[in-house]
């Protein structure tokens, strides 16, 4: 299931449920039932627009608080940051994929806590051995 897969199948339960109800009502119950699936749908459009923002912003500060942890820790080296939206991945808000200029093939994923401290969270190592690795913070 996609990101908001089970929050869909449930708001489109509920509008056909009111529209099945707003067929089968008399007038004044079909007016109400119509006025409530435009609640819905409204509340629902200006959730997820809300929500979307929110974690945008989330995602933009944890992408700065990682950068000074990074330039703090590794100060000669050079970075960049992968977008998992780019790649059809769920982004989350609070984690931040890394790439070192020097070690291309190994993703380090940094999330920043609650009270804006950095910890390295997994590395990608992909077919390295755990040795090799330059930035590896255990």
């Keep these: 299931m996609g990101d908001y897969t089970l929050e869909r199948i449930i708001i489109i339960g509920v509008l056909f449920l009111l ?6 009502f008399t007038k004044k119950k079909r007016k109400v039932a119509i006025g409530l699936i435009i609640v819905v749908l409204a509340g629902y459009l200006l959730f997820f627009f809300v929500r979307g923002q929110i974690l945008e912003n989330e995602y933009k500060q944890s992408i700065e608080v990682v950068n000074e942890y990074l ?6 080296e050079e970075w960049t940051v992968i ?24 993703i380090y994923t940094y999330k920043k806590t609650d009270n804006n401290q950095v910890v390295q969270w997994e590395v990608n190592i992909g077919e390295k051995n755990i040795d090799e690795l330059k930035h590896n913070q255990e």
Aim: glycine share 2%.
């Design 19 to 24: 529209t099945i109800a707003a067929a089968v």
């Design 83 to 106: 977008d998992r939206l780019e790649k059809g991945q769920k982004r989350r808000s609070n984690k931040v994929d890394i790439v070192f200029e020097n070690e291309k093939e190994v």
């Design 71 to 76: 330039q703090s820790q590794f100060p000669e």
